[in-house]
Structures are given as C-alpha cells and as structure tokens.
T-cell receptor
Framework: GAVVSQHPSRVICKSGTSVKIECRSL??????MFWYRQFPKQSLMLMAT?????????EQGVEKDKFLINHASLTLSTLTVTSAHPEDSSFYIC?????????????FGPGTRLLVL | GENVEQHPSTLSVQEGDSAVIKCTYS??????FPWYKQELGKGPQLIID?????GEKKDQRIAVTLNKTAKHFSLHITETQPEDSAVYFC????????????FGSGTRLSIRP
C-alpha cells in the first residue's frame, strides 16, 4: 500500500491566489521530508528539505517566501505556493525516508499537479 | 555541487530484449544509489537500490551494478515486457535519513511489441 499520500492530487487556481499541498507519511514518522518540483518531460528538482519543528532548508534559487513549508508533525508537511503565477504550474512531489528490508530508503508521494491560469 | 548524468535519454527495445541505462555521479561521498520508475502522471516508484558496499544486486528481471572507482552505476532490465515502458530515473545520495537525493535526467523506455 501507499507509504506517502498527497492532497490534492490536482488543483487549478487563478493567478495571484495561494495553494496548499499536503504530504503525509503513512507508515513512518519523519523528522525530515523533501519537496520536489517536476516540469513536463524533465527530472525531479529538489526544492527544499522540510524539518519537523524548525525552518525548512531551501535549495539555491528557490524563493522561501513564495514556497512556504510547514512541518507541523512527524507525519505531515505542507507546501504553500503563495501568489501563484502560470510559471508555477508544475508537478509537485514530496518524499519521506522509510525502511525497506530493514534498510533506509526514500519513498515518494503520488504528486500534485498544479495548474495556474 | 553534486551532479548525476544519465544516458540515454530515450531507449526503444523489442519486447523480450534487454535494456541498459547508465549513470555517472560526481560526489565521491555518495553511498546510496536508488532507481525509480515513473509512469505518466504518477510519483516515482522505487524499483531497486544499491549501496556502496556491494557491486551488484539483482531482483528478478532487474539488476543494478555499481563501480565506485569509476563512479558509474547501471540498470539492466532483461526479458522486457510492455509494462516496463516508463521513465526511469537514477539517483545518488550520501545516505542517511536526512540526506537529499539527486536525480539523473531520466530515460524514457519504450518496449516495442
């Protein structure tokens, strides 16, 4: 079954509005979760590392005031795209560390497709 | 910074034949190398991974090899089937539960019937 869930699976919004995406770790408690963005026919690019109880760590070139991350509990991280614009339209994917065969690995959510009109 | 290169970008093979995807990485401290399969509109799914203490790992029709000296690792799929058609990503990480994963650019694999 699914290890990581995301909600919503897809969202359409008007330019200038804010959109919140939830990522839940279903099987593991996660002090760290990761947010990625994927444009069509491209690879996954890490946006930020979400840290439970502290500030997120953003990758170079990612605006922390535009992509707000909150890691309120050991199973939930949220990404809020503030004042969304059409260029923010993308596939947003979260991941969480977990165990497979007793060894650490990383599981990815099903993704959230954002379309900004 | 860390970089993972992946080749080829597209690959078409006849059903039943083998497919090979190759990756190189730049960070010599990387010690965890997962491979993901991504189908259209879905998140990546882990299909196999290898750690730096082994040179090869196999799981049914899928195998991965690692050459730490050359910083190369490869995915081998044998007896390919139509359901193997997808985009495959290699990745590298200095693995601990808090380590970020760096992805390759992806390979679009098509299996011809």
């Amino acid at each position: 079954g699914a290890v990581v869930s995301q909600h919503p699976s897809r969202v359409i919004c008007k330019s200038g509005t804010s959109v919140k995406i939830e990522c839940r770790s279903l099987d593991f408690q996660a002090t760290t979760m990761f947010w990625y963005r994927q444009f069509p026919k491209q690879s996954l690019m890490l946006m930020a590392t979400s840290n439970e109880g502290s500030k997120a760590t953003y990758e170079q070139g990612v605006e922390k005031d535009k992509f707000l991350i909150n890691h309120a509990s050991l199973t939930l991280s949220t990404l809020t795209v503030t004042s969304a614009h059409p260029e923010d339209s993308s596939f947003y994917i979260c991941s969480t560390p977990g165990l497979a065969g007793g060894l650490e690995t990383q599981y990815f959510g099903p993704g959230t497709r954002l379309l900004v009109l | 910074g860390e970089n993972v290169e992946q080749h080829p970008s597209t690959l078409s093979v006849q059903e039943g034949d083998s497919a090979v995807i190759k990756c190189t990485y730049s960070d010599s401290a990387s010690n965890y190398f997962p491979w993901y399969k991504q189908e259209l509109g879905k998140g990546p799914q882990l299909i196999i991974d290898i750690r730096s203490n082994v040179g090869e790992k196999k799981d049914q029709r899928i195998a991965v090899t690692l050459n730490k000296t050359a910083k190369h690792f490869s995915l081998h799929i044998t007896e390919t089937q139509p359901e193997d058609s997808a985009v495959y990503f290699c990745a590298a990480s200095r693995y601990s539960s808090a380590s970020k994963i760096i992805f390759g650019s992806g390979t679009r694999l098509s299996i011809r019937p």
